[in-house]
């Protein structure tokens, strides 16, 4: 899926409408929601942390084995956490959620890219203990607000079926333009 409009148009943001907080109203919007609103996320950053929930942005605290429990658990299979090392330290943008409580990583997602026109989300997941809370839509929200405001405005995933209607209000849509999404696979290739 790619991030609707962003290969061809001016950047600008479509997780930053253009939201006025108004103040003739001011009861109307709590302060986490208004704090939320002015960094255009649903949810600010403090209110996660007032829920005990940590953004970290590097890998130096990330226990990897504790990460690829996360990954087994939503079902993704297991991978040599050597190997994960290596592809997080190529990695461009990277977001995880601590628990606070446990120190655990419960929400994790990163992107690979050029670091000018492209790049690809990949690894977004949620403890299940812990979907359903908004971590997802947090984690991603972020992840790719940083990517636009390094310019990078073309940004695509791959989205299995089931969670094509967690992307889309995110702003992700399949086949943009008619252009379809294709993958090599070893399979298909003549011998
Ligand atoms: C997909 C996933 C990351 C979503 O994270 P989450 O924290 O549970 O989602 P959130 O609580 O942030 O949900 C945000 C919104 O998306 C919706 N949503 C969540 N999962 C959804 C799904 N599978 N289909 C449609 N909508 C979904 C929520 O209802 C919520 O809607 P709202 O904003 O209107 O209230 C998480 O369920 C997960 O880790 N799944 C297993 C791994 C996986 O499939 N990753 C994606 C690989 S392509």
Do not use: C
């Amino acid at each position: 899926m790619l991030l609707h409009g962003n290969f061809s148009i001016p950047f600008r943001s479509p997780l930053r409408p253009p939201i006025s907080i108004t103040l003739h109203h001011p009861r109307k919007l709590s302060f986490a929601a208004a704090a939320a609103a002015q960094q255009g996320f649903a949810i600010s950053d403090q209110e996660l942390e007032s829920r005990g929930f940590i953004f970290r942005r590097t890998i130096e605290d990330l226990n990897l084995d504790q990460l690829n429990s996360v990954f087994v658990a939503v079902g993704f299979p297991k991978r040599d956490t050597d190997k994960i090392k290596v592809a997080l330290e190529h990695t461009d943008s990277l977001l995880w959620v601590e628990y606070e409580k446990t120190k655990r990583p419960v929400a994790f997602a990163r992107a690979t890219g050029d670091g000018v026109f492209n790049a690809i989300i990949w690894d977004v997941v949620v403890d299940p203990t812990f979907q359903g809370i908004g971590l997802g839509k947090a984690v991603i929200e972020r992840v790719v607000e940083e990517l636009l405001q390094k310019g990078i405005t073309n940004i695509a995933l791959y989205s299995e079926p089931r969670v094509l209607g967690f992307y889309r209000p995110l702003g992700f849509v399949s086949d943009p333009e008619g252009i379809r999404g294709m993958v090599y696979s070893r399979k298909n290739k003549k011998k």
